[in-house]
């Protein structure tokens, strides 16, 4: 199967503080990625679809202006949470897709916001 | 925000066993599905998928079933090992690759 990786696997911030996650296809390239947030014993919930070369498209509900993603490359797409809060604090997941539709995901970032 | 107190469906089965995890889907007019498997503190991984145009379809030690009728779609894990125990998610495909999924099942293998 193809190969994503996020890095930071896990990061703790203070509140306020803004933090960047990385979302990169290790062995493919990927014109979509997708960002999902998780909390704990929930369901992976979709933020937005990030497209190379072009602007996100956010799920309803979901802050654009909070939640910057720009995907530059086609094997690197970033999530940035802005001024971040302690009701942020989550799993944040990323997806990219290497030929038609399935989706494959990385091991996921653990965001602490304190 | 998060939310407190939510339990997961459990099925919980010997090693040796076949488990069965059942997941109801909500798109009539979803023409993909895919099985996940997600450890504690992991992405999850793909196991297997079933185009709409097909009934059943088998991989190594896994066989998903799709019944469009009543929108149900079901794994079933072969001799079940302690590797085995994860949390299961079904995913639908709702238009232009995207996924929606369902709640989880929670697999405990017991030696």
């Known amino acids: 199967g193809a190969v994503v990786s996020q890095h930071p696997s896990w990061v703790i911030c203070k509140s306020g503080t803004s933090v960047k996650i990385e979302c990169r296809s290790l062995d493919f390239q990927a014109t979509t990625m997708f960002w999902y947030r998780q909390f704990p014993k929930q369901s992976l919930m979709l933020m937005a679809t990030?497209?190379?070369?072009?602007?996100?498209?956010?799920e309803q509900g979901v802050e654009k202006d909070k939640f910057l993603i720009n995907h530059a490359s086609l094997t690197l797409s970033t999530l940035t949470v802005t001024s971040a809060h302690p009701e942020d604090s989550s799993f944040y997941i990323c997806s990219g897709i290497p030929g038609t539709d399935t989706q494959y995901f990385g091991p996921g970032t653990r965001l602490t916001v304190l | 925000g998060e939310s407190v107190g939510l339990h997961l469906p459990t099925l919980s089965v010997q090693e040796g066993d076949n488990s069965i995890i059942n997941c109801a889907y909500s798109?009539?007019?979803?023409?993909?599905f895919i099985w996940y498997k997600q450890e504690s503190g992991k992405g999850p991984q793909f196991i297997i998928d079933?185009?709409?145009?097909?009934d059943k379809r088998q991989g190594q030690r896994v066989t998903v079933l799709l019944n469009k009728t009543v929108k149900h779609l079901s794994l079933q894990i072969a001799a079940t090992q302690p590797g085995d125990s994860a949390v299961y998610f079904c995913?639908?495909?709702?238009?232009?690759?995207?996924?929606?999924f369902g709640k989880g099942t929670m697999l405990l293998v017991s030696p």
């Open positions: 990030s497209n190379e070369g072009s602007k996100a498209t956010y």
């Open positions: 079933i185009r709409s145009n097909m």
């Open positions: 798109n009539s007019a979803s023409d993909y």
């Open positions: 995913a639908e495909n709702t238009g232009y690759s995207t996924l929606t």
